[in-house]
């Protein structure tokens, strides 16, 4: 029960990326845990029990998600902007300065503010609707990295995706919640 309460919502998400409901989303997490019962005794530990279940996920949710003849552009799960730059290149030096490549200006400065709004209620909100904002694929690389702390390789393997790809996805996402945190720390600033 454990692993269900830990695991179900993380599992609920990655699921709905696959199909077209959440009642569908259910049901594969539940044929899932079904399918870890009965494998339970052939797991060899090559990886971790909780990428295992996750790679039993992730092939249920991808058959459910054919058979219901839903098919998602792997672009439409990892975002519409893969071809423009994540971070804005104003804000690094040209190729004419010796320093060229670096950040051209200091990301907003958050040390002035008081501690209790840094780690407040409103910046978790923050960063929480941040995260909800980005592309499926996006938001549950951030959350299993950032958020539960899986390793690069954990969450490779439950998604099933290349480590180019994980890298890429990661940075973009981290790029758009920095900026949500300091638009909101810049307008707490000036108000």
Request: aromatic letters at 6%; glycine letters at 8%.
């Amino acid at each position: 029960m454990m692993l269900v309460t830990a695991l179900g919502p993380s599992m609920r998400r990655v699921a709905r990326m696959y199909v077209s409901t959440d009642a569908v989303a259910d049901e594969v997490v539940q044929d899932a845990w079904v399918g870890v019962l009965r494998g339970l005794g052939s797991f060899e530990g090559r990886s971790s029990l909780r990428t295992w279940i996750f790679r039993i996920l992730v092939n249920i949710a991808k058959t459910r998600g054919q058979r219901e003849g839903r098919s998602v552009p792997f672009a439409t799960l990892a975002g519409d902007d893969l071809q423009e730059p994540s971070i804005d290149p104003s804000a690094f030096r040209g190729p004419d300065d010796p320093a060229a490549g670096s950040w051209s200006t200091l990301p907003f400065d958050w040390r002035g503010m008081p501690e209790q709004r840094a780690e407040g209620s409103e910046t978790i909100r923050v960063i929480g609707r941040a995260i909800a904002a980005l592309p499926p694929l996006q938001a549950e690389v951030i959350r299993l990295r950032d958020v539960q702390g899986w390793s690069s390789e954990e969450v490779r393997n439950a998604l099933d995706l290349s480590e180019t790809n994980q890298r890429v996805l990661l940075h973009r996402a981290r790029a758009r919640v920095r900026r949500a945190l300091e638009e909101h720390f810049r307008s707490v600033s000036q108000a």
